[in-house]
Each structure stands twice: as C-alpha cells, then as structure tokens.
Nanobody, 125 residues
Framework: QVHLVESGGGLVQPGGSLRLSCAASGIIFSRYAMGWYRQAAGNQRELVAGISRVGTPLYSQSVKGRFTISRDNAKSTVTLQMNSLNPEDTAVYYC???????????????????WGQGTQVIVSS
C-alpha cells in the first residue's frame, strides 16, 4: 500500500522559512515524479513545485526563486524548502507522487497519482 506522509508545516511569520518533507513508502521511489501542491481556503489545488524522477524541477511562478524542491531517492523523501514566506503562501500543502518515465515534471490533477494527507502552513504575524 502506498503512503505519502507530509511533515514540517506550522505557523511562521512573514519573511520566515519552513521546510516540508514527504516520506514515501510502498513505491519504487526512483520511478516516481514527485510534486508539492497547495490549496488555500476557497481555492483550487495548485502546483507549487514538482521534480521529475531524474531530478528536473518545475516551479510555479509565484514561488520561483523562493522555494526549492529536492529529492533523496535513498531515503524515499521529497523536500520543499520555503523561504521568504508571505501570507499568500498560507494553505494546506500536499505531496503527490506518480510513476513516470518523463525526464521533466508534468503537473497532475486531483485524481492522478497518490496523495498525502496534507500539512498546514500558516504565514501570519
């Protein structure tokens, strides 16, 4: 059974940093493209950042230059380092994984791949 478990969310002040992690089990991690998505209250789920099975990243325009996605195939984890956070980054952040042979990351819809339960990020003073 596939499990994706996110951790690292919390409350942070504007300008601060958080590091989210997603631990995967039940999959051959190196075969999976991994992504971070977020859903703010009243909004649709949107891509934050994704990383292909070979490590090619993709970022949304709103986080480019502030967030960094990375993966550790030996530990079956994907990490999202979030810097210079602002209130607009407040959302529930979800980890997604799907088996993919592509060398680039392609965003997925809500019904594709496996999803974690989400971790809340609140950016507020």
């Amino acid at each position: 059974q596939v499990h994706l478990v996110e951790s690292g969310g919390g409350l942070v002040q504007p300008g601060g940093s958080l590091r989210l992690s997603c631990a995967a089990s039940g999959i051959i991690f190196s075969r999976y493209a991994m992504g971070w998505y977020r859903q703010a209250a009243g909004n649709q789920r949107e891509l934050v950042a994704g990383i292909s099975r070979v490590g090619t990243p993709l970022y949304s325009q709103s986080v480019k230059g502030r967030f960094t996605i990375s993966r550790d195939n030996a530990k079956s984890t994907v990490t999202l380092q979030m810097n210079s956070l602002n209130p607009e980054d407040t959302a529930v952040y979800y980890c997604n994984g799907r088996e993919s042979s592509s060398s680039v990351y392609i965003a997925v819809g809500p019904g594709t791949g496996h999803w974690g339960q989400g971790t809340q990020v609140i950016v507020s003073s």
